[in-house]
């Protein structure tokens, strides 16, 4: 069992940054598969970027050298660093943990526990 917590997320104008955390308490996050989702309105969830307890990192292609994901074992935290943001990048995120490897984006095993959500806007 493991709750996160995201903080972060906000207004910003294309080409801005934006970092999103998203802490655990109860359980280590490193021996789970992490992963970062969107939901834009009127679309499906979307996997942005995952690690996995080995260290192995995937990445959607459309943020692909723009975002970076990173987990921090010491402070127990997952990261995702937004940077060059786009219109299109605007969507409500959410942090995962769940298990397998990672693909697409995505752990292949799926995410049992979920963060409450940060809305990430971009005006053009």
């Known amino acids: 069992q493991v709750h996160l917590v995201q903080s972060g997320g906000g207004s910003v104008q294309a080409g801005g940054s934006l970092r999103l955390s998203c802490a655990a308490s109860d359980n280590t996050l490193s021996v789970y598969c992490v992963s970062w989702f969107r939901r834009a309105p009127g679309k499906e969830r979307e996997g942005v970027a995952a690690?996995?307890?080995?260290?192995?990192?995937s990445y959607t292609d459309s943020i692909k050298g723009r975002f970076t994901i990173s987990l921090d074992s010491a402070k127990n935290t997952l990261y995702l660093q937004m940077n060059s943001l786009k219109p299109e990048d605007t969507a409500m995120y959410y942090c995962?943990?769940?298990?397998?490897?990672?693909?697409?984006?995505?752990?292949?095993?799926?995410?049992?526990?979920w963060g409450q959500g940060a809305q990430v806007t971009v005006s053009s």
């Open positions: 690690i996995d307890s080995l260290g192995s990192i």
């Open positions: 995962a943990a769940g298990w397998g490897t990672v693909i697409n984006g995505t752990c292949n095993g799926g995410s049992n526990y």
